[in-house]
């Protein structure tokens, strides 16, 4: 395992998250700090979990670009150099206990530490949209389903106001609909992660380009099947991993999908089609993973706030609000 030591970008981060949501107007952005009390206020205080992804396993290994993930990014991290990875596998959800049989994304997160010391980080799911299109929509996801104080329950105007922004959104069920056609993995080694959101890519030639990310597993895709789902229990994706990896690495290949004419690079909720041009851009190497729960992923959050050149954020919203949550909520469960 990497050692665990703070991440001096979440150091600087709460109260860069402070900065962010003071300037941001009010109406047009929810503050970090409203996003993670929505969180709280649906899903409960945070205090030793993250509020997404609380259950999962910490592991380590290493990340390699191809020629062409160095062309394509000046970043340190695409050069071509050897990368150690800290990676965490999750599961989503607000429940550290959540079932590992049940529907619902599983996630692949990344701190990438070039030799020189420079971090990149990731957090990636197995669906290729997200179930939000701007903040806003997340924050009035999240309170739709809070209880009322005044009442134990949930505002039935709130949630009615949110079921008719999703009949006048669809695009917002698109990840309930993936989730719904294809099973939960078989393995947190069999499935695809997607990055989601839009990402600019700054090549070696001087030109940006948007670019979507997923990691392809080496070993394929393989779901469990609606018998499995019944019988296979609700922990068993942690043990999996760690007798795949006593028995040779785990890989996924990281590839980049480019857009095409009329594909929206701002919206998470809408894939482009997969016929839109792909290359592969590194590969990450799975090689050890903990032995029980806790370790060095605890301690961190894996977002990018101050990205590498190279890899640049898109003006997606989603995206931008994201760095600033992740650190509010860092600090709220690690006091
Ligand atoms: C407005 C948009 C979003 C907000 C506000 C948000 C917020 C959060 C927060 C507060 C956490 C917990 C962070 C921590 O305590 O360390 C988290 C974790 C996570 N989020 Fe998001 N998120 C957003 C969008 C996304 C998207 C688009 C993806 C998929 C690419 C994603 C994937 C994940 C994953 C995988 C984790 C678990 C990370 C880990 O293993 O530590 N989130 N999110």
Known sequence: MPQTRPNPLHLAAAALAGMLGAAMPAAAQPSPDAIVDAFEAALGPIRTHRPSHPKGVCAAGHFTATPEGTRLSVAPVFSGQRNTALIRFGVAGANPNASDSARGTRGLSIRFESPSGDLFEMANISAPVFGANTPQALVDGLLSRANDPATGRPNPERAAAYAAYVAANPSVGNQGRYLAANNPPASFATTPYWGVNTFLFRGQDGQQRP?????????????????????????????????????????????????????????????????????????????????????????????????????????????????AAYAVSLSRRTP
Request: aromatic share 6%; proline share 11%; glycine share 8%.
């Open 211 to 323: 670019a979507r990310w997923v990691f392809e597993p080496r070993a394929g895709v393989e779901r469990l099947t609606a018998e499995q789902m019944q019988s296979m229990g609700p922990n068993f994706l942690a043990d999996e991993l760690r007798r795949r990896v006593a028995t040779g690495p785990v890989e996924f290949d990281m590839v980049l999908q480019f857009p095409g004419q009329g594909d929206d690079l701002l919206n998470p909720t809408v894939a482009w089609p997969d016929d839109r041009p792909r290359t592969v851009v590194g590969r990450l190497t799975v090689t050890s993973v903990e032995a029980g729960p806790g370790g060095p992923c605890d301690p961190i959050s894996f977002m990018i706030l101050d990205q590498a050149p190279g890899i640049e954020m898109s003006d997606d919203p989603v995206l931008q609000a994201r760095a």
